[in-house]
């Protein structure tokens, strides 16, 4: 099931990296690729809050479906996506 938002809301969006034995632990490199319903997909820098929990604030700024993925690389590769809606038809 995908979330929908009103447009103009910014949401948090954030993975969490673990080793083989479920231990929060960080990629050396992670990446998050946003691709807007537009379409033009742009890579954007993620914070790390805690170790092995990266998120970033997304400001849904068209309606339409936002795809995400977050992709860590080195000792720890792992990589995950999402989907949230955007839609002018929810009450702000």
């Known amino acids: 099931m995908i979330s929908s938002f009103p447009v103009g809301t910014g949401i948090r969006i954030r993975a ?12 050396d490199n992670v990446t998050l690729r946003i691709t807007p319903p537009s379409g033009a997909p742009r890579d954007v820098a993620a914070q790390s809050t805690v170790v092995g929990v990266w998120s970033y604030v997304l400001l849904l700024d068209a309606p339409g479906d936002w795809r995400y993925t977050f ?9 995950g996506n999402g989907v949230v809606a955007a839609s002018e038809d929810l009450a702000a």
């Open 16 to 27: 969490e990296f673990r080793n083989e034995d479920g231990i929060l632990q960080d990629p």
């Open 71 to 79: 992709t860590g690389t080195g000792e720890l590769s792992a990589s």
